[in-house]
DNA sequence: GTTGTTAATAAAAATTATTATCAAAAAAAG
DNA sequence: CTTTTTTTGATAATAATTTTTATTAACAAC
């Protein structure tokens, strides 16, 4: 289990009830769109406003806590930032698995890399059996 | 220069002058957003609507001759469909570089790659030296 | 405990992006 | 040339996102 209020404080932002819960949606599932998260905790926190989901996505992408995952044709999804990966998504179920990224070698010249962002899409191994 | 009639009625699309016209201004640019088609295009073609923009983007991703570039924080681009490569991307300049696959050794198992996308972010070789 | 100060939120409004509708124009077929 | 099909442009409708405003929560100082 992850130490979300830490997590928000190292990067200073506070730790809100509406921030930890962000984290725990995205967490649990890994891989999660803004929609899907509101559908997920309006259920238990009705109150809770898109808004303010938006914007706090916005915020801890900014702040380094969280990562937006752009995927071709559809909305964007979003992991906690951790080492960097990449990305298996099923075209047929939509699945996203993550992989190390030792198994792709970069070598490019003239350029400073800050980040990579690795999408492969495909069958994955359940959808390969149907 | 590319005979962009050939390029549609291959992929079973009539050549309209409004497609080859966006298809025009996508090879110029290399990497363009729908907005930016459109203010370039509408100045020597007024009557063009946005809507037709949206459309035959859509269709022209779905019929293969376009591919969407989704891009961390900001609106997909759009490029000719070409041999796969990958995009350096500066986030300084915004300048997007196109770069040869074979810099990048992929090795993955139990999944089946149907089409990759790899976005290197970082400082392109004139941004380094400011 | 009350006040003042600040930050965060919810609700609403405004803006922007995207898609749908449909009549007119253009192109293709006969 | 006439009919049929496709595409376009204009506009309306919807969806997504951002901004604004009002309310509430947190918390230290009094
Ligand atoms: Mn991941
Ligand atoms: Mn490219
Ligand atoms: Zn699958
Ligand atoms: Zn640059």
Redesign the interface.
């Known amino acids: 289990m992850v130490d979300y209020i830490s997590l928000l404080k190292q990067n200073n932002l506070k730790a809100t009830i509406q921030r930890t819960n962000i984290l725990k949606s995205i967490n649990r599932t890994g891989h999660i769109t803004i929609d899907e998260i509101y559908e997920e905790l309006k259920i238990d926190y009705p109150t809770l406003s898109l808004a303010t989901i938006y914007k706090n996505i916005l915020l801890m ?1 900014q702040h380094g806590v969280i ?2 995952i ?4 559809e909305k ?1 999804k979003y992991e906690i930032k951790k080492d960097e990966h990449i990305h ?1 998504i099923c ?1 047929s179920c939509g699945n996203i ?1 993550d ?1 190390e990224l030792s ?6 010249e ?16 359940n959808c ?1 059996s149907k």
Request: charged share 25%.
């Open positions: 992408v990562v937006e752009p995927i071709s044709g964007s298996l075209k698995e992989r198994s792709c070698n970069i070598d490019i003239d350029f400073n890399i800050i980040f990579k962002q690795i999408n492969l899409y495909g069958l994955c191994r390969q």
